[in-house]
Nanobody, 114 residues
Framework: VQLQASGGGLVQAGGSLRLSCAAS????????MGWYRQAPGKQREWVAH???????NYADSVKGRFTISRDNAKNTVYLQMNSLKPEDTAVYYC?????????WGQGTQVTVSS
């Protein structure tokens, strides 16, 4: 399985971006699909996930600002990021889990200027 993340870029504080993670096969078999991020000098952290049943969960730092969703027809998971802050600057990674196996996409850089 290959995951292709895209949609990163440079945006001013308060702006929005939508990240996409396209899978090379159907996504309905994955148990959990999520986004992580890693800021310079920091460990990778979980941002949000969506389950096969459609349940979503968010890190406190992004709750109310980010929305994760999926489009099964396009085999794609999205992360809509609104009200971006400089502290959201990081490389964002998508990760899908099937059973005990995790698949990772390449990162996409998000830079939020103040």
């Amino acid at each position: 399985v290959q995951l292709q993340a895209s949609g990163g870029g440079l945006v001013q504080a308060g702006g929005s971006l939508r990240l996409s993670c396209a899978a090379s096969r159907r996504i309905f078999n994955f148990n959990v699909m999520g986004w992580y991020r890693q800021a310079p000098g920091k460990q990778r952290e979980w941002v949000a996930h969506i389950t096969s049943g459609g349940s979503t969960n968010y890190a406190d730092s992004v709750k109310g600002r980010f929305t994760i969703s999926r489009d099964n027809a396009k085999n794609t998971v999205y992360l809509q990021m609104n009200s971006l802050k400089p502290e959201d600057t990081a490389v964002y990674y998508c990760s899908f889990r099937q059973s005990t196996r995790d698949y990772w996409g390449q990162g996409t850089q998000v830079t939020v200027s103040s």
